[in-house]
């Protein structure tokens, strides 16, 4: 659904970005990436999203090639920003349908729009509040059903659960843990270790643009998610030691 295949970006000044990446999220699958800030998670979303332009390899959503066919790839993957800009003097209900509609949706109703915010918690005392008015945790709600409205199957998340407090936090990885079971397929940037072993089917890790390595759930069941960042971000692995190797994609 998610694929990056030799996935690498590098800038005019010379600058490495992003260096043959290569992961897959299947439908009903959580896949988190991780990384220090300038390891290269923002150029690959950017990659999967059209945003910019791969030097090599290729970023397919649905199968669609995003370099090579971005309206196909477009409509099969929602997008929820680590900042969402809505308009806070604007109602929550009223900041969905302008989004929804700027998304797409062109039969769109009040009821529509209801039913989207209570799927991702939301309450109904919220839906009349201007946003100037909620949390983090409801914007960041609001964010999702923005992004659901879309009704992609592919969902990329950018830091979804940052400045969140733990009960905000919670509530939310409860939403994204239903949209896996709905099937749907996710790739979400994240630096919170904790969440990261809590909700990801699996979790890579990203140094100065290179993919460091790959874990599944059950090998994390043996390894210590927090020891492997740690030692990675203070160069104290390689690529060629041995558990440093990449064991799935």
């Given at each position: ?22 992961l ?8 988190c ?11 690959a ?33 929602a997008?929820?920003?680590?900042t ?11 900041n969905l349908?302008?989004f ?14 209801e ?6 918690g939301?309450?109904e ?6 946003v ?5 945790g ?10 659901l409205?879309?009704?992609a199957?592919?969902?990329?998340l950018?830091e979804?659960?940052?400045g ?6 919670a509530?939310l990885?409860?939403?994204l ?7 749907k397929a ?27 390595l790959?874990?599944?759930r ?23 030691s041995?558990?440093?190797i990449?064991?799935?994609d």
């Amino acid at each position: 659904m998610i694929e990056a295949v030799d996935l690498s970006k590098r800038y005019p000044n010379g600058r490495l970005a992003l260096d043959a990446l290569n992961l897959t999220v299947q439908p009903g699958e959580i896949y988190c990436l991780l990384g220090a800030k300038g390891a290269g998670k923002t150029t690959a979303i950017n990659l999967f999203l059209g945003f910019a332009e791969p030097t090599a390899g290729k970023a397919c959503i649905d199968g669609a090639d995003v370099a090579q066919e971005p309206l196909r790839a477009k409509a099969r993957v929602a997008y929820l920003a680590d900042t969402t800009a809505f308009y806070h003097r604007l109602t929550v209900l009223q900041n969905l349908d302008f989004f929804a509609r700027l998304g797409g949706r062109r039969s769109l109703s009040r009821h529509d729009c209801e039913m989207a915010l209570r799927e991702v918690g939301l309450p109904e005392s919220a839906f009349g509040q201007r946003v100037s008015e909620v949390g983090p945790g409801g914007i960041r709600k609001l964010g999702i059903a923005a992004a659901l409205m879309k009704g992609a199957p592919a969902l990329v998340l950018d830091e979804p659960l940052s400045g969140l407090d733990p009960k905000a936090a919670a509530e939310l990885v409860e939403i994204l843990e239903e949209l896996r079971d709905q099937g749907k397929a996710l790739l979400i940037t994240m630096q919170d270790l904790f969440w990261a072993r809590q909700l990801a089917d699996r979790v890579g890790i990203l140094q100065e643009g290179r993919q460091a390595l790959t874990r599944s759930r059950e090998e994390l069941r043996y390894e210590n998610l927090e020891k492997l960042y740690l030692d990675y971000m203070r160069g104290g692995l390689r690529s060629g030691s041995p558990v440093g190797i990449p064991r799935s994609d």
